[in-house]
């Protein structure tokens, strides 16, 4: 059987889990749900981290010695030029040359800026960055994102940390039927019954941190997520069966019938 | 309610305010310490009372008790020196969180819209105005969060100032224990001490911080508690060169009144091992030089280390042990515990004394944990 692989800025990932490493209670939950989380792309806003030394940083210093993709965000930018300057900064400490732009400028919704998005996304494609563009979850942007050179594109099921789920199953379903690249769901999960629907309609995988690191259990939630994941993407491939308005009998009914 | 005889096993910050404040109602409390009081996490504190600093994320619950306790720390703070006898530094400096990056303003203004509703009145300032409040901040600083209602404390002393009104007012405070076992809770209270002492008491409250977890067994009940150990370190300074406390993504500086500039914390996953290591102060002197250049041709004079008591869910475990009246948790207060001894106290105390809650929800009870 082929096998069912993801493969990103020519990087083939074993997990299709990308994990926020924010918000989590302590170090020691962080580390244990990362790790019960099967990811293997870990995300962090640049702004959080000591990029003059990096191996010493408070939150990537738990995280030593273990072999995962970096991509850092560039959260709290409000524009292209602040997104790609921390951007430059981040590849510039040797962190990562993946890169996730994320533009925001209202501080309540933190809904991401379309057309903000798609000038730092042109511009750090051209400098050679591999670029994962968090966006809206509307299908012409996510397209253009595309055409302008984005190895996957994430657009959000709902505002980041408000756990609502998918807002528009429709939009993001038409997202991933026009896609050429990776469609990654990002922010605005809740449960793993998002993240199932999510992977059902198709995506390739998703990012999350709220749900996980905000979680009773975190550990528990992250493994929970994974399983979902797996499930989802199981069942997507696998391929539902169609709704009907009245039941069948699944026994089959006429065939044990005596003639 | 007849007086009622409570053993508070554990002499922290935590186990000391809950005794003064039981003892202040007229109850006597009986304070059980395997070995010095205010010996781990408690001294080893900066003493920072940050509820805006530490919770950036918005106003859940636990923000909402750090900023009750805050509260409650001018009268609080005056109870303990009257009745100890004893003074302790107790300084309203303010807070800047410091932003290097144009970045960091839109999680700064977010955070000032919800911290406003809740008492703060801070302000963003930046320019001439912030190099006016810490003249030594490093030319990079893009901006800074000052948060006017915040205060430190330094923590050696207040918990000494404690454990002296504790005594004064007649708690009973046992010391050196070794081992603590809990014989009976369920229909009167017998804690064994490996001296061979037993005592005796009507109601339990278990202050042991990052120990608290190896009483699961005993309780029946889930208690994930985990030791994360925090470094510190200090600089002998001659003219307080930092007057806020200042924060920064990677840790704090606050300069004390005994001419000590305070740095902290690294923080790592070592089980109970208290060792200071070369590793996780040099952790400390990369970023805190970043923050202030003065720093860089400066050694700290002296470097140590607490295990502070993290849960689960980053919340502490405040209230009833399910199945009896008898015991009452009060712990995992992770790098809180200072700011919420006022707090902790009285919750403690109502619960002790009228087995209820009278103002939070419940966020903090110890059996949400399945």
């Known amino acids: ?259 | 309610m007849k007086k009622q005889q409570v053993i508070v096993m554990g002499g922290g910050i935590i186990g000391l305010s809950c005794a003064l404040e039981l003892q202040r109602r007229g109850h006597q409390a009986m304070v059980l310490e395997t070995k010095r009081c205010g010996g781990q996490a408690s001294g080893a504190a900066a003493g920072m009372l940050a509820p805006y600093s530490e919770n950036v994320e918005g106003p859940d619950s636990f923000f909402r008790l750090c900023l009750e306790s805050l509260q409650l720390y001018p009268e609080w703070q005056r109870a303990v020196r009257e009745i100890s006898g004893e003074s302790f530094e107790y300084t309203e400096s303010g807070s800047l969180y410091v932003a290097y990056h144009d970045a960091d303003l839109l999680a700064l203004e977010g955070r000032l819209l919800w911290q406003r509703q809740y008492g703060s009145t801070g302000m963003i300032v930046e320019g001439d105005a912030l190099y006016r409040m810490e003249p030594l901040l490093t030319g990079e600083a893009r901006a800074a969060l000052y948060t006017p209602e915040e205060s430190h404390i330094y923590a050696p002393h207040y918990v000494r100032a404690l454990e002296t009104a504790c005594r004064r007012l007649g708690v009973q405070i046992y010391e050196e224990l070794e081992q603590l076992e809990i014989v009976e809770w369920q229909n009167e209270v017998v804690v064994h001490a490996s001296n061979g002492r037993f005592f005796e008491g009507d109601q339990l409250l278990i202050c042991s911080g990052a120990w608290a977890q190896h009483l699961t067994d005993t309780l029946h009940l889930n208690i994930p508690v985990y030791p994360i150990r925090g470094q510190i370190c200090a600089y002998e300074a001659e003219s307080r060169p930092v007057s806020h406390m200042v924060f920064c993504n990677q840790g704090y500086l606050v300069g004390k009144a005994n001419g000590t500039l305070v740095c902290g914390a690294s923080e790592d996953v070592a089980g109970y091992d208290t060792t200071v290591t070369e590793k996780g102060i040099s952790r400390l002197l990369n970023w805190n030089k970043q923050l202030f250049p003065f720093l860089e041709k400066q050694t700290p004079f002296h470097s140590w280390a607490g295990l502070r008591p993290a849960t689960q869910d980053g919340f502490p475990l405040i209230g009833p042990v399910p199945g009896t009246e008898r015991v009452v948790l009060a712990v995992g207060h992770y790098r809180n515990g200072i700011l919420l001894s006022p707090a902790t106290a009285l919750l403690a105390a109502d619960y002790i004394v009228d087995k209820q809650f009278s103002v939070f929800d419940d966020a903090f009870l110890p059996n949400r944990f399945i």
């Not at chain 1, 959080?48 to 990096?54: D, E, P, Y």
């Not at chain 1, 409000?78 to 951007?87: G, K, L, S």
């Not at chain 1, 563009?133 to 012409?140: A, E, G, I, L, R």
């Not at chain 1, 929970?224 to 308005?245: D, N, Q, V, W």
């Open chain 1, 1 to 259: 059987m082929h096998t069912d692989s993801l493969t990103i800025g020519g990087r083939t990932l074993t997990s299709r889990f990308f994990i926020g490493t924010g918000l989590f209670p302590n170090p020691y939950v962080q580390k244990e749900a990362i790790k019960a989380s099967g990811a293997e792309v870990l995300t962090f806003a640049i702004r959080r981290i000591n990029l003059a030394s990096t191996e010493d940083d408070s939150i990537l210093q738990h995280l030593e010695g273990e072999n995962y993709v970096y991509l850092p965000n560039t959260s709290g930018a409000r524009n292209a030029d602040e997104a790609v300057r921390i951007a430059r900064l981040a590849r510039a400490s040797g962190l990562s040359d993946w890169i996730k732009v994320e533009i925001s400028v209202n501080e309540r919704t933190l809904l991401p800026d379309p057309i903000e998005t798609l000038k730092a996304t042109e511009q750090l494609v051209k400098e050679g960055f591999t670029v994962l563009p968090y966006t809206s979850d509307d299908p012409v942007i996510c397209k253009r994102l595309e055409e302008a050179g984005a190895a996957a594109v994430m657009p959000g099921a709902a505002p980041i940390g408000t756990g609502l789920g998918i807002l528009n199953p429709y939009n993001l379903g038409l997202i991933v039927e026009e896609a050429g690249v990776p469609i990654i769901v990002d922010a605005g999960l809740g449960s793993a019954s998002d993240v199932t629907q999510a992977m059902e309609l198709g995506v390739s995988g998703v990012l999350m941190n709220t749900p996980v690191a905000k979680a009773k259990d975190p550990v528990r939630m992250a493994r929970a997520m994974s399983l979902a994941i797996e499930a989802g993407r199981l069942s997507y491939l696998a391929g539902r069966i169609g709704k009907k308005r009245y039941a069948s009998a699944s026994s089959g009914l006429d065939a044990f019938k005596l003639k």
